[in-house]
């Protein structure tokens, strides 16, 4: 299990090598969080912008799969396991591995609460 200081996650210069992309879909709420929450439906195949609240830089992530309106999208690669961040808090445990931009949800999601 890798830690996640060691997982891969996008960063700003990716986000400025990416070329066209749309406007903002989807917010982060904390720098250092896993996943965005999609604020739009985002399609399969799409580059979507992201936005930090807590500093409004933008990160540019590449959808896996078709993620609806209000749910959340990887923004970094972890194995089976491993803690989830969102609020600067671990609020989950990853199922699966995850890749970036992949759809996050209860197939791969653990909530913490139960």
């Given at each position: ?21 749309s406007?903002?879909?989807?917010l ?7 996943v ?79």
């Open positions: 299990m890798s830690n996640n200081s060691q997982a891969s996650t996008v960063t700003e210069k990716q986000s400025e090598a990416a070329g066209n992309v406007t903002h879909k989807f982060i709420h904390h720098r250092g969080d896993h965005g929450v999609a604020t739009s439906p985002i399609q399969e195949g799409e580059k979507v912008v992201g936005i930090y609240m807590d500093d409004n830089s933008d990160v540019v992530v590449t959808a896996k799969g078709d993620i609806p309106l209000g749910h959340k999208i990887s923004l970094v690669n972890l194995e089976a396991g491993e803690p989830v961040l969102k609020y600067g808090v671990q609020v989950g445990l990853t199922t699966d591995k995850w890749e970036i931009g992949d759809y996050v949800h209860t197939h791969n999601i653990k909530t913490a609460r139960w």
